[in-house]
T-cell receptor
Framework: QKEVEQDPGPLSVPEGAIVSLNCTYSNSAFQYFMWYRQYSRKGPELLMY??SSGNKEDGRFTAQVDKSSKYISLFIRDSQPSDSATYLC???????????WGAGTKLIIKP | GAGVSQSPSNKVTEKGKDVELRCDPI?????LYWYRQSLGQGLEFLIY????????KSGLPSDRFSAERTGGSVSTLTIQRTQQEDSAVYLC???????????????FGPGTRLTVT
């Protein structure tokens, strides 16, 4: 079993829909949780960063961490075709610089 | 400012040949990472350089893989006697450091797509 599980998709939704992307993990030591966005043939770019549990909002994006369930989510409101990309979750135990990555979910927003 | 650059963007090589992949990190970033990304897979950590410290090579999959970082800047990943299973996208990332929050804001290059025939 992988330390971080993420459904590879693809997930296809109509423009304007609310998107929910999720990862589960097994290591209770993880404290830092990140979402990266990767466009085709590009490197990943940091989208959201959360420490420990709770919610964090940035524009149309909301990141949630539920440490009791070992479950993290990324919500995208009013989704746009430009949001079409692969979304990777990554997490770390803290002082450990090595991020553990999910496989990524491919998201397609249909106009 | 300039981001992380990698060269070549694509490399096709024959099985058994050696290849060198280059990474130019963001100026001033002391931490540099190499990852491998296979189709449908997450990022696989390969090696990490932090300043003048000894690199963490724990992710290198075999002794055919090696990397160096000269002058705390440019890094080269070398794969000797390439095998077909080495085919993947090799990504380089840099960050301001390994301590605190900033260590987790890794800035990635576009990657080198390696195909071993």
């Amino acid at each position: 079993q992988k330390e971080v599980e993420q459904d590879p998709g693809p997930l296809s939704v109509p423009e304007g829909a609310i998107v929910s992307l999720n990862c589960t993990y097994s290591n209770s030591a993880f404290q830092y949780f990140m979402w990266y966005r990767q466009y085709s043939r590009k490197g990943p770019e940091l989208l959201m960063y959360t420490y420990s549990s709770g919610n964090k909002e940035d524009g149309r994006f909301t990141a949630q961490v539920d440490k009791s369930s070992k479950y993290i989510s990324l919500f995208i409101r009013d989704s746009q075709p430009s949001d079409s990309a692969t979304y990777l979750c990554a997490m770390s135990a803290g002082s450990n610089y090595q991020l553990i990555w999910g496989a990524g979910t491919k998201l397609i927003i249909k106009p | 400012g300039a981001g992380v650059s990698q060269s070549p963007s694509n490399k096709v090589t024959e099985k058994g040949k050696d290849v060198e992949l280059r990474c130019d990190p963001i100026s001033g970033h002391t931490a540099l990472y190499w990852y491998r990304q296979s189709l449908g897979q997450g990022l696989e950590f390969l090696i990490y350089f932090q300043g003048n410290s000894a690199p963490d090579k724990s992710g290198l999959p075999s002794d055919r893989f090696s990397a160096e970082r000269t002058g705390g800047s440019v890094s080269t990943l070398t794969i000797q006697r390439t095998q077909q299973e080495d085919s993947a996208v090799y990504l380089c990332a840099s960050s301001l450091g390994g301590l605190g929050r900033v260590g987790y804001e890794q800035y990635f290059g576009p990657g080198t797509r390696l195909t071993v025939t």
